[in-house]
Nanobody, 121 residues
Framework: QVKLVESGGGSVQAGGSLRLSCALS????????MGWFRRSAGSEREGVGM?????RIRMDASVEGRFTLSQVRDTLYLDMNSLKPEDSGMYYC?????????????????WGKGTYVTVSP
């Protein structure tokens, strides 16, 4: 059974940094893709960044240059720098074992429960 567990959320001031982690179990990431998503108050869940099994990384334009996505074995990381209040929200890790594009929430088959990020002005 595929399981994703996020950690690393918390409260920071604007301009600060956080590192989110997503531990994957029950599945060997040898095909498909994984991604980070966030849901802010009153918004839909939106893709932040993704990686596929070829190591290709895509980041949403809203975070490009500030957030970095990486993977080490069974853990997916999201390094967030220069945080802004609008980056606040629940951050989720998602996986699609059969796809190649993980920036759209509707393609995701497996979700973690999320970790909350609050960025104060």
């Amino acid at each position: 059974q595929v399981k994703l567990v996020e950690s690393g959320g918390g409260s920071v001031q604007a301009g600060g940094s956080l590192r989110l982690s997503c531990a994957l179990s029950g599945y060997v990431f040898i095909r498909g893709c994984m991604g980070w998503f966030r849901r802010s108050a009153g918004s839909e869940r939106e893709g932040v960044g993704m990686i596929d099994t070829h190591g290709r990384i895509r980041m949403d334009a809203s975070v490009e240059g500030r957030f970095t996505l990486s993977q080490v074995r069974d853990t997916l990381y999201l390094d967030m720098n220069s945080l802004k209040p609008e980056d606040s929200g629940m951050y989720y890790c998602g996986a699609d074992p059969d796809g190649g594009w993980c920036l759209d929430a509707y393609v995701i088959d497996h979700w973690g429960k999320g970790t909350y990020v609050t960025v104060s002005p």
